[in-house]
């Protein structure tokens, strides 16, 4: 197998402890191709329709923006649905949305924000395709009628947002079919087009809400009178969120998991250089497990912790949380017999235990982003080896990421924030040769160990970790 990444049309693993549940089959479809059950029209007077099994939002002149929204609230959920648009058509899907029969005041940090009676408000996955202005802002998300643009950023995305935009461009297909999948869950919210992760934030203005299918309001431009936007296969799954970090659910247990680290104390994990777990450099606090800053060297303070026992088939899951310019790494097959390196390869006096590293890095501002071979040492990568994909989904700073790592046999996957973003085989004649140009090419057999610890990296920043949860997996 080549080194490479597989991007994934549809992604079912969830950040930050989540599980996805549903009743039943796991998806309720809100729409039943036969007629608008279930949906009410609020603001403007655009025309909704049912054509073939879609529902049809039709232009009309002098009308504020028309939403068809849903009789129910959603809260936690996964929407995906299908939409085609015509291009000269602003359009968006709303969720946790909400419209009241009297004007509100929605404060907003010092600001006040004065919502009108009857007008929808609130989060909107965007909808724009339009290859004249260059408006390839679809998945985008904006906040109806309170904040603007939320994601690229604020303000016009076509201005701020130029890797968005060209992204857009490229998997957008104007006046077809497209899918949308937005997933909120708690303050994350992320939205996919055509498979492709366009946006991420934590924001956490509104818990839950209705769900709404835009007509953009066209006020007298009669070009675009009677141009349609159409919907199809809308379908919602619920998602129940774990009830706290550090936690597993009944299906979680069920299905093999276990607790890596327990949330309260070290039992279970020792330091890479001795039997006892670090006295200073490490802090547990809050359901949290930190490396404190120490100057930014390797393994100098606390040092590396590892775990009691070995692994070799397994799926691990952690939350990491990284401060502005640090670094760190999730590292397995860990064998802290073997010496230390330098970037040459060469035996180092200090240094990091020795094994494949998941690497844990803030690619903007520490210089290890533009060292390596073709950005190997970036977040999620394996260190010194193989790159992680260049579009993976990275959360603003300060919040919460998710790693995601299976070993089965020789085949090992990184996975971060619900997106695959490498994979590779040990002992394979490619992984040997991207071993043979890093700086393990000294390290006799390096990655092909049968089993080892798992590591989390003492690199002298501050990073911190939380829900630790590994399963072991059966040989194939």
């Known amino acids: 197998m080549n080194l490479k990444f597989i991007r994934i049309a549809s992604v079912m693993t969830l950040a930050s402890g989540v599980t996805a549940l549903a009743a039943g089959d796991g998806w309720t479809e809100l729409f039943n191709g036969k007629d608008l059950s279930g949906w009410i029209q609020r603001g403007g007077k655009a025309k909704y329709t049912v054509a073939e099994g879609c529902i049809v939002g039709s232009t009309v002149l002098g009308t504020d923006n028309s939403f068809l929204c ?97 992204q857009g461009a490229k998997v957008s297909q104007a006046g077809e079919w497209n899918h949308l999948r937005i997933e909120a869950i708690g303050s994350s919210i992320k939205t996919w087009l055509n498979g492709e992760p366009r946006a991420t934030i934590n924001d956490s203005m509104t818990p839950s809400g209705l769900i709404g299918l835009q007509v953009h309001g066209i006020g007298k431009d009669v070009t675009k009178e009677g141009i349609k936007v159409s919907f199809k296969n809308i379908r919602l799954q619920t998602v129940h969120r774990a009830a706290a970090a550090n936690t597993l659910t009944a299906e979680e247990k069920a299905a093999g998991w276990k607790l890596l680290w327990d949330g ?61 310019g640090a670094n760190s790494g999730i590292k397995y097959f860990v064998q802290p017999n073997l010496g230390a390196v330098t970037g040459a390869g060469a035996k180092a006096s200090t240094g990091s235990a020795i094994g494949p590293e998941f690497q844990v890095l803030d690619d903007a501002f520490h210089p290890d982003a533009k060292l390596g071979r073709n950005g190997n040492r970036t977040l999620a990568s394996l260190y010194d080896l ?42 394979s004649p490619e992984f040997r040769a991207a071993v043979a140009q890093s700086k393990f090419k000294n390290t006799p057999g390096f990655g092909d160990w049968a089993d080892g610890h798992i590591l989390l990296q003492d690199h002298g920043n501050s990073v911190s970790y939380r829900n630790l949860k590994l399963r072991v997996l059966p040989t194939e």
């Open 70 to 166: 849903t009789e129910e609230d959603y809260g936690d959920f996964i929407l995906e649905l299908d939409f085609k648009d015509n291009p000269m058509l602003n359009s968006g899907v709303q969720f946790r949305s909400h419209c009241f029969t009297q004007s509100t005041t929605i404060q907003n940090g010092a600001k006040e924000i004065k919502v009108p009676a009857g007008r929808v408000h609130g989060y909107q996955c965007e909808i724009d395709m339009d290859p004249v202005k260059k408006r390839w802002w679809t998945a985008g998300i904006y906040d109806e009628a309170r904040r603007g643009w939320l994601y690229p950023a604020d303000g016009e995305p076509g201005k701020v947002g130029l890797e968005f935009t060209a």
């Open 264 to 324: 309260q104390t070290s039992d279970g994990w020792r330091s890479a250089k001795s039997d006892k777990f670090p006295a200073n450099g490490w802090e547990i606090k809050d359901g949290v497990l930190s490396v404190l800053a120490a100057g930014g060297a390797e393994s100098a303070a606390g040092g590396d912790i590892i775990t009691r026992d070995r692994y070799a088939n397994f799926e691990l899951t952690a939350d990491f949380k990284i401060t502005p």
């Open 386 to 427: 193989i790159p992680a994909a260049t579009n993976k989904p990275v959360v603003p700073m300060g919040d919460w990421n998710h790693a995601r790592i299976i070993s089965r046999g020789q085949h090992v996957e990184h996975w971060l924030n619900g997106q695959k973003v490498l994979e590779y085989e040990r002992g």
